[in-house]
């Protein structure tokens, strides 16, 4: 399995600011994935990081209010801009690793926006 | 897409005992089964998954199965321990990825 450290842990941020996540990897990886998980909730995709080109957003999420950042193989930030109460939530990285595509997932990001 | 319903949404059992947890998909196409643990505060995490070319597949408590034709499957844990107490979440994987249920929140009784 991989290792995959995810920063910050969690923070409270204030209204209309933004916060930068970032996930970085052991080994390299060609797509890494964004999730959000609202309390209580399931996992929602955000977004497909690929190293070289556009993030690919899923339904109800844009570049400007999520925009991220893939640099290299082993590297991804996300960032949450001009938060919103409604922001508040579980941010999650992830990579497929492996042959066989196994999910795993960096320890997440508590945000509360305040 | 992907829909995949998840069923029951909370599930008590008294230790010792079995629990089963069930979900459903849409797509046809999809092929990849995997079924994950989220302990409180904490990631999830990969416990067992299944591939379309298999039916079933168990290890050590717990087993999987899955029915391509009706589009539903199951995770079965037996001799239930308190240490099996968080939410678990099924997955599957299409053309879009992982697509998630909205989980089971699994309470083992002493």
């Known amino acids: 399995s991989a290792v995959i450290s995810q920063k910050p842990s969690r923070d409270i941020c204030q209204r209309g600011t933004s916060l930068t996540i970032q996930c970085q990897v052991d080994?390299?990886?060609?797509?890494m994935f964004w999730y959000r998980q609202q309390p209580g909730q399931s996992l929602t995709l955000i977004a497909t990081?690929?190293?070289?080109?556009?993030?690919?957003?899923e339904s109800g999420f844009v570049i400007d209010k999520f925009p991220i950042s893939r640099p290299n193989l082993t590297f991804s930030t996300l960032t949450v801009s001009n938060m919103s109460p409604e922001d508040s939530s579980i941010y999650l990285c992830?990579?497929?690793?492996?042959?066989?595509?196994?999910?795993?997932f960096g320890q997440g990001t508590r945000l509360t926006v305040v | 897409g992907e829909n995949v319903e998840q069923h029951p949404s909370t599930l008590s059992v008294q230790e010792g005992d079995s629990a089963v947890i069930k979900c459903t998909y849409s797509?046809?196409?999809?092929?990849?089964f995997p079924w994950y643990k989220q302990e409180l505060g904490k990631r999830p995490q990969l416990i067992i998954d299944?591939?379309?070319?298999?039916g079933e597949k168990k290890d050590q408590r717990i087993a999987v199965t899955l029915n391509k034709t009706a589009k539903h499957f199951s995770l079965h844990i037996t001799e239930t321990q308190p240490e099996d107490s968080a939410v678990y979440f099924c997955a599957a994987e299409g053309a879009d990825g992982l697509t998630f249920g909205k989980g089971t929140h699994l309470i083992i009784q002493p």
């Open positions: 797509d046809s196409a999809s092929n990849y």
């Open positions: 992830s990579v497929l690793l492996g042959g066989q595509g196994i999910a795993f």
């Open positions: 080994s390299q990886v060609t797509m």
């Open positions: 990081a690929n190293q070289g080109s556009e993030a690919t957003y």
């Open positions: 299944i591939r379309s070319n298999v």
